[in-house]
């Protein structure tokens, strides 16, 4: 026996073990049962145990902060610093604001009236709950497709039908977002590839685009979610083509398009960017009101005054627009919280995607009874708002009280705006949305991810908004669940001489 070695290092003998003072854990030996029995209960008993330690150890600060996000900026603000920045941020982003909520009501199939309203009411209720300091919200040009894309098939928009149900539409997803928020359900979305979104919001701007060519061209073209119903009703009625409003939207577009890109392409010009769409609205209206053009359409006469408290309706049809909302949802929490991390990031400060998703909520929620239709964070007014140098929800606020002197006073002016200028708002806004840049970088990075964008680019362009995303979301699923089924194996070799370490890949069968 003297020649065998322990491999071990603390193979000791016992004498010598006995005279260490290392102290040494004794664990008793327990019948699988029991131990199983423990385990199980283990995890609630945890859970619970953490959940109550974390209530007791939370002050009255941290319960403010809980219910009202608000309160951690209001109570760390510094006048000094961020109240200019904030009121500039505000006043820019404000101004931007008027014309597009109007354009996207348009998009809607609503009257411009409620695109207003959607832009009034959210901003306060999302500056108290929210947790985002720069994200603008309101509507946008994604959900304002999906809400005419569902209704348009249940009502003709002219109905007073199709407004209760966009109201009802409202109440919905805010009920859906507050309900993903409270349970903590964001994480799902994370299933979900970037690929299927860049696919999903590339189609949806064609498609957008080629919505508004009634306005440029003078005659109707047929609602659609879908690419060829669309180019066939613009190339069937090319004999009503009309001249005038294809000029002044042409032009508006040009303006438009021209003031974006110097806002982008230096610092000292970047307020072009915001105050472009305000720029064409004016001019426009001003020729309109100067020379009476007949084949012009105009918005007409809009309701002068803040929105009155009214409750939801029609929840009669609630069981119908529940695939919608879940629809409208998703691309809320991919759009909105997405933006909201990526500037909580850049400005050096916390964001809880689930508390985001219950601000968003409420907003809706709210918004529902002063006649709001569905809204979200956008893109282009939240990196305007960035970009302007936004501090805190105070800038929210800013926008909120211009959108409400603009229904108080302006309204008279805002009857004499040509329709072709809001089409040119929502096609210069939607441009930025297709993303081919990201195609081509797939096909040089991962061909796999290529493939997911490009399917979910063709089913939606050809197939509807519904369809595209349901085909996008499950190939991206298949692909997850195939990556699971067959992980990736890596073989590992280290070479003294050389050091280094190879790694040859390998896929399980």
């Given at each position: 026996?003297?020649?065998?070695?322990?491999?071990?290092?603390?193979?000791?003998?016992?004498?010598?073990?006995?005279?260490?003072?290392?102290?040494?854990?004794i664990?008793?030996?327990?019948?699988?049962?029991?131990?199983?029995?423990?385990?199980?209960?283990?995890?609630?008993?945890?859970?619970?145990?953490?959940?109550?330690?974390?209530?007791?150890?939370?002050?009255s600060?941290?319960?403010?902060?809980?219910f009202?996000?608000?309160?951690?900026?209001?109570?760390?603000?510094?006048?000094r610093?961020?109240?200019?920045?904030?009121l500039?941020?505000g006043?820019?982003v404000?101004?931007?604001?008027?014309?597009?909520?109007?354009?996207?009501?348009?998009?809607?199939?609503?009257?411009?009236?409620?695109g207003?309203?959607?832009?009034f009411?959210?901003?306060?209720?999302?500056?108290?709950?929210?947790?985002?300091?720069?994200?603008?919200?309101?509507?946008?040009?994604?959900t304002?497709?999906?809400?005419?894309?569902?209704?348009?098939?249940?009502?003709?928009?002219?109905?007073?039908?199709?407004t209760?149900?966009?109201i009802?539409?409202a109440?919905?997803?805010g009920?859906?977002?507050?309900?993903?928020?409270?349970?903590?359900?964001?994480?799902?979305?994370r299933?979900?590839?970037?690929?299927?979104?860049?696919?999903?919001?590339?189609?949806?701007a064609?498609?957008?685009?080629?919505?508004?060519?009634?306005?440029?061209?003078?005659?109707?073209?047929?609602?659609?979610?879908?690419?060829?119903?669309l180019?066939?009703?613009?190339?069937?009625?090319?004999?009503?083509?009309?001249?005038?409003?294809?000029v002044?939207?042409?032009?508006?577009?040009?303006?438009?398009?021209l003031?974006k890109?110097?806002?982008?392409s230096?610092?000292s010009l970047?307020f072009?960017?915001?105050?472009g769409?305000?720029t064409?609205?004016?001019l426009?209206?001003a020729?309109?009101?100067?020379?009476?053009?007949?084949s012009?359409s105009?918005v007409?006469?809009?309701?002068?005054g803040?929105?009155?408290?009214?409750?939801p309706?029609?929840?009669?049809?609630?069981?119908?627009?529940?695939?919608?909302?879940?629809?409208?949802?998703?691309?809320?929490?991919?759009?909105s919280?997405?933006?909201?991390?990526?500037?909580?990031?850049?400005?050096?400060?916390?964001?809880?995607?689930?508390?985001?998703?219950?601000?968003l909520?409420?907003?809706?929620?709210?918004g529902?009874?002063?006649?709001?239709?569905?809204?979200?964070?956008?893109?282009?007014?939240?990196?305007?708002?960035?970009?302007?140098?936004?501090?805190?929800?105070?800038?929210?606020?800013?926008?909120?009280?211009?959108?409400?002197?603009?229904?108080?006073?302006?309204?008279?002016?805002?009857?004499?705006?040509?329709?072709c200028?809001?089409?040119?708002?929502?096609?210069?806004?939607?441009?930025?949305?297709?993303?081919?840049?990201?195609?081509?970088?797939?096909?040089?990075?991962?061909?796999?991810d290529?493939?997911?964008?490009?399917?979910?680019?063709?089913?939606t362009?050809?197939l509807?908004?519904e369809?595209g995303v349901l085909?996008?979301?499950?190939?991206?699923?298949?692909?997850?669940?195939?990556?699971?089924?067959?992980?990736?194996?890596?073989?590992?070799?280290?070479?003294?001489?050389?050091?280094?370490?190879?790694?040859?890949?390998?896929?399980?069968?």
């Amino acid at each position: 026996m003297e020649g065998i070695r322990h491999s071990s290092p603390s193979a000791v003998d016992l004498p010598s073990a006995a005279t260490s003072h290392r102290p040494v854990k004794i664990i008793q030996l327990q019948h699988p049962s029991t131990t199983a029995a423990a385990s199980t209960s283990a995890p609630s008993s945890s859970f619970l145990g953490k959940w109550k330690t974390k209530m007791k150890r939370m002050s009255s600060t941290d319960w403010i902060e809980l219910f009202l996000p608000c309160y951690r900026w209001i109570r760390t603000y510094k006048w000094r610093e961020y109240l200019q920045p904030d009121l500039m941020a505000g006043v820019t982003v404000g101004v931007m604001l008027v014309p597009q909520s109007m354009s996207y009501a348009k998009l809607a199939g609503l009257h411009p009236i409620y695109g207003l309203y959607s832009g009034f009411v959210p901003i306060f209720v999302y500056a108290v709950f929210g947790s985002s300091r720069q994200l603008a919200i309101g509507p946008v040009a994604l959900t304002s497709l999906l809400v005419s894309n569902v209704l348009g098939s249940i009502v003709s928009s002219s109905e007073q039908l199709y407004t209760e149900l966009a109201i009802l539409l409202a109440l919905m997803v805010g009920v859906f977002e507050c309900i993903m928020g409270l349970l903590r359900l964001g994480w799902l979305l994370r299933f979900i590839s970037h690929s299927v979104i860049s696919g999903f919001t590339t189609a949806s701007a064609i498609i957008i685009a080629l919505s508004q060519a009634k306005d440029f061209l003078g005659y109707s073209v047929v609602r659609s979610s879908e690419i060829i119903p669309l180019v066939k009703s613009i190339i069937i009625g090319a004999d009503k083509f009309s001249w005038p409003p294809f000029v002044m939207g042409s032009i508006t577009l040009a303006v438009l398009l021209l003031m974006k890109q110097s806002g982008k392409s230096r610092k000292s010009l970047r307020f072009l960017r915001a105050s472009g769409p305000l720029t064409a609205v004016v001019l426009s209206t001003a020729f309109a009101k100067v020379f009476h053009p007949s084949s012009i359409s105009l918005v007409g006469e809009i309701p002068q005054g803040l929105p009155s408290f009214s409750v939801p309706k029609k929840f009669e049809y609630a069981k119908s627009l529940i695939p919608t909302t879940v629809l409208i949802t998703g691309v809320a929490i991919l759009e909105s919280v997405g933006i909201a991390k990526a500037l909580a990031a850049k400005n050096g400060y916390e964001l809880d995607s689930n508390q985001e998703l219950f601000g968003l909520g409420v907003a809706n929620i709210v918004g529902s009874f002063f006649s709001v239709y569905p809204t979200t964070g956008s893109f282009s007014r939240s990196a305007v708002n960035h970009e302007s140098g936004a501090k805190t929800g105070l800038s929210g606020l800013i926008m909120g009280i211009i959108m409400g002197c603009a229904l108080q006073f302006l309204t008279p002016l805002f009857e004499y705006i040509p329709q072709c200028a809001l089409a040119a708002i929502v096609i210069s806004a939607v441009i930025g949305l297709v993303d081919y840049d990201e195609a081509f970088f797939l096909w040089r990075v991962d061909k796999r991810d290529f493939l997911l964008w490009t399917i979910t680019f063709i089913f939606t362009l050809f197939l509807g908004i519904e369809i595209g995303v349901l085909v996008g979301v499950g190939v991206s699923l298949a692909f997850v669940i195939h990556e699971s089924a067959n992980p990736h194996i890596g073989k590992f070799s280290f070479n003294l001489k050389k050091f280094h370490v190879q790694n040859k890949r390998k896929w399980c069968a």
